[in-house]
């Protein structure tokens, strides 16, 4: 039982397998280099199956802008206020009949009033006994008309807004707004996102976008590790980022793992990659001596079938010679 269990296999993409002995080599390794640092890795077993958790460095290679949201998606979307909803559906009634306007009612002036009206400048005296009229007379206390209230928008307190920017994460300190919406991250920029051996490439896209809130479709991007000498392999949707990045090492200054465009990198060989950094002059003279290689292996293989083609015509002269044989 212990044995199966330390030989076991751990998935590293479609057919393919490491032991579970060498992925925890590994992942000693990687630890060992983050010590100290959020990026170490952590690993536990579930139901039989070897996990391992943590954050993934993801750095940005965009050629491209890409679209931020305008809203979560937990937002409710409000439309602005139309001329049909509210200041036309004033005279509305409840079923959208049109209600008739009311009629002033005919208020009677009282005494004070008619004073008020008549005398504009009153006498000390004048203006004594109107007060003492004024104060027997009922008052109406003022009230909000209903017409006069304006309609509140969609204001957020700084608590909300702060919370929404803790919601909404930036990218390497851009958040959302109207005017940038639509901007290309600084190609190099590392972000991070917290994932496990279990999810494939597609499902790391997804997460890696909708934690910045990006409109663009999963389906436009891939995952490609780079590495200094030029060699670019692209993750195929079978692969686990987080399995991948272990298995190349911890030192991003060797392999980054890159978010890119699909129709806008190529894939780079390690064969060809060793050749990129020599400068021209040096591979013109590559390819004359593998011209000149090429030649010497065509001509051999010209004297090669030379040779048999005249071997096979003297056989065939050799049959005809002789006579049939019952």
Same mark, same amino acid.
């Given at each position: 039982?212990?044995?199966?269990?330390?030989?076991?296999?751990?998935?590293?993409?479609?057919?393919?397998?490491?032991?579970?002995?060498?992925?925890?080599?590994?992942?000693?390794?990687?630890?060992?280099?983050?010590?100290?640092?959020?990026?170490?890795?952590?690993?536990?077993?579930?139901?039989?199956?070897?996990?391992?958790?943590?954050?993934?460095?993801?750095?940005?290679?965009?050629?491209?802008?890409?679209?931020?949201?305008?809203?979560?998606?937990?937002?409710?979307?409000?439309?602005?206020?139309?001329?049909?909803?509210?200041?036309?559906?004033?005279?509305?009634?409840?079923?959208?009949?049109?209600?008739?306007?009311?009629?002033?009612?005919?208020?009677?002036?009282?005494?004070?009033?008619? /004073?008020? +009206?008549? !005398? @504009?400048?009153?006498?000390? %005296?004048?203006?004594?006994?109107?007060?003492?009229?004024? $104060?027997?007379?009922?008052?109406?206390?003022?009230?909000?008309?209903?017409?006069?209230?304006?309609?509140?928008?969609?204001?957020?307190?700084?608590?909300?807004?702060?919370?929404?920017?803790?919601?909404?994460?930036?990218?390497?300190?851009?958040?959302?707004?109207?005017?940038?919406?639509?901007?290309?991250?600084?190609?190099?920029?590392?972000?991070?996102?917290?994932?496990?051996?279990?999810?494939?490439?597609?499902?790391?896209?997804?997460?890696?976008?909708?934690?910045?809130?990006?409109?663009?479709?999963?389906?436009?991007?891939?995952?490609?590790?780079?590495?200094?000498?030029?060699?670019?392999?692209?993750?195929?949707?079978?692969?686990?980022?987080?399995?991948?990045?272990?298995?190349?090492?911890?030192?991003?200054?060797?392999?980054?793992?890159? /978010?890119? +465009?699909? !129709? @806008?990198?190529?894939?780079? %060989?390690?064969?060809?990659?060793?050749?990129?950094?020599? $400068?021209?002059?040096?591979?013109?003279?590559?390819?004359?001596?593998?011209?000149?290689?090429?030649?010497?292996?065509?001509?051999?293989?010209?004297?090669?079938?030379?040779?048999?083609?005249?071997?096979?015509?003297?056989?065939?002269?050799?049959?005809?010679?002789?006579?049939?044989?019952?």
């Amino acid at each position: 039982m212990d044995y199966h269990h330390q030989t076991s296999l751990v998935p590293c993409g479609q057919d393919k397998y490491i032991s579970k002995n060498e992925l925890l080599l590994h992942l000693k390794t990687y630890n060992l280099y983050y010590e100290g640092q959020n990026l170490q890795l952590r690993h536990r077993e579930e139901e039989d199956e070897f996990i391992v958790e943590g954050l993934l460095n993801i750095s940005w290679g965009l050629r491209r802008p890409i679209r931020l949201q305008m809203q979560d998606d937990n937002e409710r979307i409000r439309p602005p206020p139309s001329s049909s909803s509210w200041h036309s559906g004033c005279n509305l009634g409840a079923q959208g009949t049109i209600l008739k306007p009311l009629t002033m009612p005919n208020i009677p002036i009282s005494e004070v009033d008619a /004073l008020a +009206e008549s !005398d @504009q400048t009153l006498s000390p %005296t004048d203006s004594r006994g109107l007060k003492s009229l004024q $104060e027997d007379t009922p008052q109406l206390m003022r009230t909000r008309s209903d017409v006069g209230v304006r309609r509140r928008g969609n204001v957020r307190t700084p608590s909300d807004q702060r919370r929404i920017r803790r919601h909404r994460f930036s990218i390497n300190g851009h958040f959302y707004n109207h005017k940038t919406s639509v901007f290309t991250p600084a190609y190099g920029s590392i972000t991070n996102v917290r994932i496990n051996s279990t999810m494939t490439t597609p499902q790391v896209l997804k997460l890696l976008l909708n934690k910045f809130k990006i409109e663009n479709s999963a389906e436009e991007f891939a995952l490609y590790v780079v590495h200094t000498s030029g060699e670019k392999q692209k993750l195929k949707n079978t692969d686990y980022p987080l399995i991948a990045r272990i298995l190349q090492g911890p030192c991003e200054q060797v392999s980054k793992v890159f /978010l890119m +465009e699909k !129709d @806008q990198v190529e894939e780079v %060989t390690y064969d060809v990659a060793q050749y990129i950094k020599f $400068e021209m002059p040096v591979l013109k003279s590559f390819i004359q001596k593998l011209q000149e290689e090429e030649d010497r292996e065509v001509k051999k293989l010209m004297r090669k079938y030379t040779v048999l083609r005249l071997m096979i015509r003297q056989r065939l002269e050799e049959i005809a010679e002789t006579p049939a044989t019952i």
